[in-house]
């Protein structure tokens, strides 16, 4: 069974996100389905999917005008929230201190984060990608993690550029996050992979050792792009 989570980002309606869960009604498959959508769209009965988030504040309640708290997430029935993403991290500054803070204030509501990490294309090019996934995992994971969470590998500079990391690159890194969270106290965490999935790689990139499903942003929009990655294992 694999976890197939999709990252609308700021995009969809309603309308869409309805069109999306009776679509996926249907569909043959044990595998997990997450939708990630717009605060908006949450609070929808999503059938056989769960809905989560894509940020969460780190902070409970007050004076934050516009944050929405891992309560608030709660109380629309989220059951995820992504923290993390190198969207967040690349126009918010967001450091991994503050995706674990984030990360923490999740899970204390009963909401399952889905932490990402993963290189710039400078880092690769550095040849820092090992080092900055595994400071990744050990920075933006909490300590004495006793819930649920999912990490999430996406290599930044592949995120919508239809480019992905060799099928060797994605072992090796889903390799190295598997061991430092086996350090941790946190074997059997899944592991997913992010970047440029579809339907044409989606089984291939799931059959790679260590790598337990798939974050999807663009093809995750549409029904006839995302049914065929979750059908695509079983
Ligand atoms: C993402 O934004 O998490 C992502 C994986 O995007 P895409 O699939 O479009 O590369």
Redesign the pocket.
């Known amino acids: 069974m694999k976890f197939i989570a999709g990252?609308w980002?700021m995009n969809g309606s309603r309308a869409a996100l309805q069109t999306m869960i009776d679509a996926l009604r249907d569909v043959d498959t044990k595998n997990t389905v997450v939708l990630c959508v717009p605060y908006t769209m949450l609070g929808a009965d999503a059938g056989r999917a769960a809905l989560g988030a894509q940020d969460v504040s780190m902070h409970h309640h007050g004076a934050f005008t516009g944050e929405v708290s891992a309560e608030m997430l709660r109380d629309v029935n989220a059951k995820y929230v992504?923290v993390g993403?190198?969207?967040r991290r690349q126009y918010h500054g967001e450091t991994n201190d503050m995706v674990r803070e984030k990360a923490a204030a999740a899970i204390a509501a009963g909401i399952t984060p889905i932490i990402?990490v993963g290189e710039t294309m400078d880092e690769k090019q550095a040849g820092k990608t090992m080092a900055i996934i595994e400071s990744g995992v050990r920075e933006s994971v909490p300590e004495n993690v006793d819930a649920p969470i999912v990490i999430?590998y996406?290599p930044r500079w592949?995120?919508?550029?239809?480019l992905t990391p060799t099928a060797d690159e994605i072992a090796a890194a889903h390799t190295l996050i598997a061991d430092t969270l086996k350090s941790m106290g946190l074997a059997g965490t899944p592991v997913l992979y992010?970047?440029?999935?579809?339907g044409n790689n989606a089984a291939e990139i799931m059959s790679i050792p260590n790598v337990d499903g798939?974050?999807?942003?663009?093809?995750?929009l549409k029904p006839d792009d995302f049914i065929p990655i979750i059908t695509s294992v079983k």
């Open positions: 990252n980002k992504i993403h190198s969207e990402c999430a996406e592949a995120i919508g550029a239809g992010g970047a440029s999935v579809k798939v974050l999807v942003g663009g093809a995750s």
